[in-house]
């Protein structure tokens, strides 16, 4: 069953973060912990994010804005280090606080609560008109940069910040998504350097049936994608990054991601 319901995920959270510019981390993570440890389910999602990046880098590349690159992707770079350094130290942290709703227990995890607002906070901008019209120029980029690397270190939610930013900053459909995939690729390889030696890798071999189900369901997602690009308008992207950042942030917030 898990290799079903991985597989299905996996494509699907791929196919919809290659015009979003995020969620496949964010949701494929929660379900391979379903069936596996904690530690597995990040170094697992870790892995597939990171595959992931590279064949969507490829097919996207040539359309890369390599302005916005280098303003918002190399600022990224050190503060993705300090919030993965940052994400070893709160590891250690045991805090949490359980609710009891409905009959429904949820747990929450203060980091993730925080996170989560945020989150809301985009979506909730980015759906109203007034935000809609603001011109966040590129004046703005290293921020974005600074704030998404952050969070990309911390917690893996680079996306959602990154695509609040890249949004307004004057990029074609096609430029918005390649630079968001070079961007993610960079954090990745940071983020991934820096707390690799925290995964248990030693369960890869016993489980890699199911992690190359995951890998090749997002590969036939981010190809997928690629295809559709073309049937997909700007004004169903802003959209799709509205509605992820709701649906993350609440998820974040209840303790249910």
């Known amino acids: 069953m898990e290799y079903v319901i991985i597989g299905i995920v996996s494509l699907l959270a791929s196919l919809l973060s290659f015009f979003s510019g995020f969620g496949l981390g964010t949701l494929l993570m929660p379900v391979f912990a379903i069936f596996f440890p904690i530690d597995l389910a990040i170094t697992f999602t870790a892995i597939v994010h990171f595959l992931n990046n590279i064949i969507k880098f490829l097919l996207t590349g040539k359309k890369i804005d390599k302005y916005v690159y280098i303003r918002f992707g190399l600022t990224a770079i050190p503060t993705a280090f300090i919030g993965a350094l940052l994400l070893i130290y709160l590891s250690e942290i045991q805090k949490t606080l359980n609710l009891d709703i409905f009959g429904i ?38 921020v974005g940069g600074m704030i998404s690397g952050f969070f990309g270190g911390l917690s893996g939610h680079q996306g959602a910040l990154r695509s609040a930013f890249l949004i307004n900053s004057g990029l074609t459909k096609e430029s918005f998504i390649a630079t ?34 995951a890998i090749l369901s997002a590969f036939a997602g981010a190809v997928g994608g690629r295809i559709l690009l073309k049937k997909i308008t700007y004004k169903s992207i802003r959209n799709l990054v509205a509605i992820f950042l709701l649906i993350i942030g609440l998820g974040l917030i209840t303790g249910l991601i």
Do not use: C, E, W
């Not at 747990?107 to 901008?125: D, H, R, S, W, Y």
């Open 105 to 142: 227990t949820l747990t929450i995890v203060p980091i993730k609560a925080i996170i989560g607002a945020i989150l809301i906070v985009f979506a909730l901008l980015d759906m109203s008109k007034s935000y809609q019209n603001l011109n966040l120029n590129r004046n703005k980029l290293i």
């Open 180 to 213: 968001s995939i070079a961007i993610a690729l960079t954090v990745d390889i940071v983020r991934m350097s820096v707390y690799a030696s925290n995964y248990v890798v030693s369960g890869i071999s016993v489980h890699l049936p199911v992690l190359l189900v």
